[in-house]
């Protein structure tokens, strides 16, 4: 399994931006389906982004959906997830995770994702 650490989350305002990391351990992460979910309190974790293993191919929550980028630099071990006109409902601890098998469709579901990061909290004021 790969081990996951994300950073970047912190408080903004209404519309203002910020950018997770999500730094992997290991040398296959370039095989690795990476996604990003979010849980706010007293709701169940929810999908936000996934790249597909060659970063070829994203696909997006309705919620985040030109808004929000996900990328990876498999150089660097890493997925990024750039959050733009944040709005106070985007609230939540955001977690990275990593699916070490992949198809050819998108995995949207915590199930589908074997390792989890410990989770960053992201807080918009409005």
């Known amino acids: 399994q790969v081990q996951l650490v994300e950073s970047g989350g912190g408080l903004v305002q209404a519309g203002g931006s910020l950018r997770l990391s999500c730094a992997a351990s290991g040398r296959t992460f370039s095989s690795y389906v990476m996604g990003w979910f979010r849980q706010a309190p007293g709701k169940e974790r929810e999908f936000v982004a996934t790249?597909?293993?060659?970063?070829?191919?994203?696909y997006y929550a309705d919620s985040v959906k030109g808004r929000f980028t996900i990328s990876r630099d498999n150089a660097k071990n890493t997925v990024y997830l750039q959050m733009n006109s944040l709005k106070p409902e985007d609230t939540a601890v955001y977690y990275c995770?990593?699916?070490?098998?992949?198809?050819?469709?998108?995995?949207?579901?915590?199930?589908?994702?074997?390792?989890w990061g410990q989770g960053t909290q992201v807080t918009v004021s409005s």
């Open positions: 790249i597909r293993a060659s970063g070829g191919g994203t």
């Open positions: 995770a990593a699916r070490a098998y992949s198809g050819s469709t998108y995995y949207t579901k915590p199930l589908d994702y074997g390792s």
